[in-house]
C-alpha cells in the first residue's frame, strides 16, 4: 500500500530491555515525525526530521529515546533499558513538503513493558 | 503535555443527530487540524482551519474557530455508526516548527 507502514505492530517486553521500533513513510514524504500516545491520552510529540536530519527532539522523554533516519526514508525509533512507564502506542507520520501540515500516520506500535 | 483539553470526553449518540465536540488551546496557533482514530484505521487527518478562518465545511464536518477564546469546535452532521471514534484536535504553535500539539481527544459512540 502506499500509506505509512510501521513495524511490528504490537511488541512486548520485558523491563530492561532494548526495542526498536520501524517507520516506513510514504515515498517521497520529506518530512517524518514520531509520537507516544498514552492510554486514553491524545499522542505526544517525541521527534521531527527533515530528510535525515533530525530537526526537533524536545519531546523524547529521556536520553533512553533515540530516533535515525540515515538515509532520509525508513526511520527506527530505539528505547534502551526500557522501563514500564514506557508502555504505549508508538506514531509514526509523514508529510509531504508541499503540503507540510497535514500529517499522515501509520497504524501505530503498541508497546508494553511487564 | 497537551495543548488542550476537549470537552466532552465521551459522547453517545443515535445514528442521524448531530455530535458536537469541542476543542480548547493554550498558545497562538498557524493552524488546528481534526483528526480521527478508530482501531481499524489508525489516526486520520479530517479537516485543516487556518488561524484566520472562522469556519470550515467539508462534507458532513463543520469546524468553527474562535481564536479570541482559544477555542474550536467540530459538528459531524447526520451521524453513523461508521462515525464511531475518537476524536482529536491538534495545533500548530506560531513559531512551533512542524510540531503538532494533540488535546486529550473526544470519544464518539454512534448506536443504531
Known amino acids: 500500500g502506499a500509506g505509512v507502514s510501521q513495524s511490528p505492530r504490537y511488541k512486548v517486553a520485558k523491563r530492561g530491555q532494548d526495542v526498536a521500533l520501524r517507520c516506513d513513510p510514504i515515498s517521497g514524504h520529506v518530512s517524518l515525525f514520531w509520537y507516544q500516545q498514552a492510554l486514553g491520552q491524545g499522542p505526544e510529540f517525541l521527534t521531527y526530521?527533515?530528510?535525515?536530519?533530525?530537526?526537533?527532539k524536545s519531546g523524547l522523554p529521556s536520553d533512553r529515546f533515540f530516533a535515525e533516519r540515515p538515509e532520509g526514508s525508513v526511520s527506527t525509533l530505539k528505547i534502551q533499558r526500557t522501563q514500564q512507564e514506557d508502555s504505549a502506542v508508538y506514531l509514526c507520520a509523514s508529510s509531504s513538503y508541499l503540503r507540510e501540515n497535514e500529517q499522515f500516520f501509520g497504524p501505530g506500535t503498541r508497546l508494553t513493558v511487564l | 503535555s497537551q495543548q488542550g483539553e476537549e470537552d466532552p470526553q465521551a459522547l453517545s449518540i443515535q445514528e442521524g443527530e448531530n455530535a458536537t465536540m469541542n476543542c480548547s488551546y493554550k498558545t497562538s496557533i498557524n493552524n488546528l487540524q481534526w483528526y480521527r482514530q478508530n482501531s481499524g484505521r489508525g489516526l486520520v487527518h479530517l479537516i485543516l482551519i487556518r488561524s484566520n478562518e472562522r469556519e470550515k465545511h467539508s462534507g458532513r464536518l463543520r469546524v468553527t474557530l474562535d481564536t479570541s477564546k482559544k477555542s474550536s469546535s467540530l459538528l459531524i452532521t447526520a451521524s453513523r455508526a461508521a462515525d464511531t471514534a475518537s476524536y482529536f484536535c491538534?495545533?500548530?504553535?506560531?513559531?512551533?516548527?512542524?510540531?503538532?500539539?494533540f488535546g486529550t481527544g473526544t470519544q464518539l459512540k454512534v448506536e443504531l
Open positions: 526530521f527533515q530528510n535525515e536530519a533530525q530537526l526537533d
Open positions: 491538534a495545533t500548530y504553535p506560531t513559531g512551533g516548527g512542524n510540531k503538532l500539539t
